[in-house]
């Protein structure tokens, strides 16, 4: 499952919401860290439409716009909750072979200016490595 997957099932899990709303909750879920395209978003509903998690709960007309709430189904909340221990066992194997890590003594890490010719690593890159 993709993290805005994640997020936009956890954005229905308590209530249904429209595109708008999903789109706000998702990212004050993400603490400001993901915020979605419009169209990301319809891309993800139309997926989880498809596979049966979520599906059109109602449309309401408001200010002349239509809106069009989604719920999710009960396979939906199925696959939340699957994926939501999924990522805490894998959060819990994480810490425990930090802890592991820890006690066996810890790998030396680059020194600040780093080997002769390469920069130290600054912050994690795309696939999680340092760059």
Do not use: K
Not at 63 to 84: K, N
Not at 86 to 95: K, L
Not at 117 to 128: C, F, M, S, V, Y
Request: aromatic share 4%; proline share 6%.
């Amino acid at each position: 499952m993709t993290r805005a997957a994640f997020l936009v099932l956890t954005a229905l899990a308590d209530q249904p919401r429209h595109g708008y709303g999903i789109l706000r909750e998702v990212e004050e879920l993400s603490d400001g860290e993901v915020q979605l395209r419009v169209g990301t978003l319809y891309g993800v509903l139309d997926r989880l439409t498809a596979d049966g998690l979520i599906v059109l709960d109602r449309e309401e007309v408001q200010q002349g716009r239509l809106r069009r709430y989604y719920r999710l189904t009960d396979e939906g909340v199925a696959a939340l909750e699957a994926e939501a221990e999924r990522m805490a066992a894998g959060a819990g194997a994480a810490r425990r072979r930090i802890a592991e890590g820890r006690r066996a003594g810890a790998p030396p890490r680059p020194a600040a200016d780093g080997p002769s010719g390469l920069e130290p690593p600054t912050a994690p890159g795309l696939a999680g490595g340092f760059v």
